[in-house]
């Protein structure tokens, strides 16, 4: 699976903005997949889940009742909806998708970031 990550940019404190996550390759619908971000000087950490049907989400703490994931498997896309935006949203965003859904999500496939940059 390749995945491409787009929709991201420079955005005021709460503010929204979209990504999108779209995949080739194999067989999108058969993956669960979610995005993880990464700030400077920090590991890279979980932000997002969703299943391979979309019936099940996993949010991290921080993120919850900001965020939404949701996914088009027509489309072979996942999304990601930000919205109150915080400066400490400030990351490079990666999608990923891999085989399950439960936490600990473990991908198999990686796509390239796209920055996010929220100004206070």
């Known amino acids: 699976v390749q995945l491409q990550a787009s929709g991201g940019g420079l955005v005021q404190a709460g503010g929204s903005l979209r990504l999108s996550c779209t995949a080739s390759?194999?067989?999108?619908?058969?993956?669960?997949a979610g995005w993880f971000r990464q700030a400077p000087g920090k590991e890279r950490e979980f932000v997002a889940g969703?299943?391979?049907?979309?019936?099940?989400?996993h949010y991290a703490d921080s993120v919850r009742d900001r965020f939404t994931i949701s996914r088009d498997n027509a489309k072979n896309t996942v999304y990601l909806q930000m919205s109150s935006l915080k400066p400490e949203d400030t990351a490079v965003y990666y999608c990923?998708?891999?085989?399950?859904?439960?936490?600990?999500?473990?991908?198999?496939?990686w796509g390239k970031g796209t920055q996010v940059t929220v100004s206070s």
């Open positions: 969703i299943s391979w049907s979309g019936g099940r989400t």
């Open positions: 990923a998708a891999g085989r399950e859904l439960n936490p600990p999500f473990d991908p198999d496939y």
């Open positions: 390759g194999r067989t999108f619908s058969v993956y669960a």
